[in-house]
């Protein structure tokens, strides 16, 4: 029998990079996948042809009613719900505070931070109705260090952080497990955008040396750790903020 058998899983942002590793690797555990965010031609294509279970609908995640509409979609097909991951997200770098429009500092904040809040706030209930379950948010190593110029980016991700351990505590009593996942450098259209952006990795306050694992993660090895802490293997982590990093924040200098 596969690990997550019959789990019913929302994973956001979906169609491409972290979020498409791990609704691949859960469809290939066994899960059954439902898949929002953007980018829907990649998403349908993505999904097209893995069997019975697996859906794209493509949901912009700073629309409420998109979301409950999504959600709706969701219960019709599955008629239950076992876990969340929240995916979805923007980098923007390159900008002090002062040199933000209103606009900029809000999309972030909207798309990273508070998508979590609109989704959570239509699933949580249904992870109660199925007796417990669990959420797992990707937030970044900007949550606890950062590089200069990201503003926006380094508190939307520390947001995520506080967001899950509230979670974790006010949804313990529902059998919800809720934790978040510092991510480092991996090889997604996000960091490959970025190391554009800034001119190369040295621009962005990257350097891969031998104090730590030096190389840019595949996506796959954020899905796996991401898998672990949504199954019943971590049925005794809640609160936390787990490094997948490579040992980046392991280094002071
Ligand atoms: N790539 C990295 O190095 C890295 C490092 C730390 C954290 N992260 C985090 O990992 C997560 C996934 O990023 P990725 O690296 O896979 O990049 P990505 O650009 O491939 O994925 C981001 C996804 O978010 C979706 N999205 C963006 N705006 C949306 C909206 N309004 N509504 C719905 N979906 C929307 C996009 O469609 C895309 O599928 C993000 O939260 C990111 O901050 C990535």
Redesign the pocket.
Known sequence: MSRLAGKAVLV????????RATAEYLHAEGARVFG????GDEGRAVYAGKGPGPVFRE????DSDAVKSAVTDLMERFNRLDAVIN?????ATGKRLEQLTDAEWERTIA??LT?IFKVCRETLPLLRAAGGGSVVN?????ADATVPGVPAYAAS?AGVVGLSRQMALDYAVDHIRVNAVL????A????LDGLEAAGGAEALGLSFDSNRIARIAD?REIATAIGFLMSDEASFVTGSAMQVDGGMLARLL
Do not use: E, F
């Open positions: 956001t942002g979906a169609a491409t990079g972290i979020g929002i965010g953007l980018d949901t912009d995640l700073t995916c979805a997200g923007i980098y798309i990273n998508a990707i937030a970044s190593v900007h991700k991510v480092g450098s991996v997604t259209r996000m960091t996506p």
